[in-house]
């Protein structure tokens, strides 16, 4: 069975002192499509219990399962036992997935830990992914020239047209769609906002936003296949 790393902002204030941390939707959508699967570990730059981004826990009350995520024992263990992004090692898995929410510009796109971690999946052919503001928790890693693995690739990650239409455009140090195009990649979206996007390009998976959490875990499943 393959195993999968997913990890997780230990960041919970944005740039404006807002409470923030990972999206719900975008650990539980994928979750609930890999883990029958592959096994899954949870990791962050502090280790146990990263926070949650409490606004998508109201946004999405309705959502199955989102209520199923936050009610699940696993789940609550797993996150619990949260691993410190300092003691992983690439070797022991077979992807990564970066989950979104306003943290991951924060603190894992200037973690050297995690810098040096992702670049080490990349470089070794294992799939690479992240979803929404996930993709800037990439924005550092580089293949083995030294280059960003964004440079020449088509890839994804929150617009900015939906951080302008969620004003949050202060609460984050960069846009992931302008800080995509700086590193030379070829950025691409869904014709509307909030509009389901995943690209695959080469071991790069990336999605737009929540509503492309659900796909993403599928291309990561058809790619692990």
């Known amino acids: 069975m393959p195993s999968i790393l997913f990890v997780l902002t230990s960041a919970s204030k944005t740039l404006t002192g807002g409470q923030t941390g990972w999206y719900l939707p975008e650990a539980a959508h994928p979750y609930y499509i890999l883990a029958p699967h ?8 502090a280790g146990p219990n990263p926070p949650l981004d409490e606004g998508s826990v109201k946004m999405f009350a309705g959502d199955a399962e989102s209520t199923k995520f ?4 696993t789940v609550k263990s797993q996150l619990a036992n949260a691993k410190k992004l300092s ?3 690439a070797k022991d898995y077979d992807a990564i997935f970066y989950v979104g929410g306003h943290g991951p510009p924060i603190d894992l796109a ?21 979803v929404c503001h996930g993709s800037a928790a990439l924005v550092g890693a580089t293949d083995a020239q030294g280059k960003s693995i ?10 900015n047209a939906e951080e302008i ?25 869904a014709n509307e906002p909030w509009g389901v996007k995943v690209v695959v390009d080469g071991n790069l ?10 796909a993403i875990g599928e291309a990561i499943l058809k790619g692990l296949k």
Do not use: C, H, M, W
């Open 110 to 130: 200037v973690d050297p830990i995690n810098i040096k971690l992702a670049s080490e999946f990349y470089q070794s052919g294992k799939i690479t992914a992240a």
């Open 150 to 159: 964004f440079a020449g690739k088509s890839a994804t990650g929150f617009s």
């Open 70 to 73: 936050l009610a699940d024992e």
């Open 165 to 189: 239409a969620i004003d949050k455009v202060k609460d984050v140090p960069f846009l992931t769609e302008d800080k995509i195009i700086s590193l030379g990649g070829k950025y691409e979206k």
């Open 87 to 89: 003691s992983v090692s």
């Open 38 to 45: 592959a096994s899954i570990d949870f990791a962050s730059p």
């Open 205 to 214: 998976y990336t999605g737009q936003n929540p509503a492309s959490a659900r």
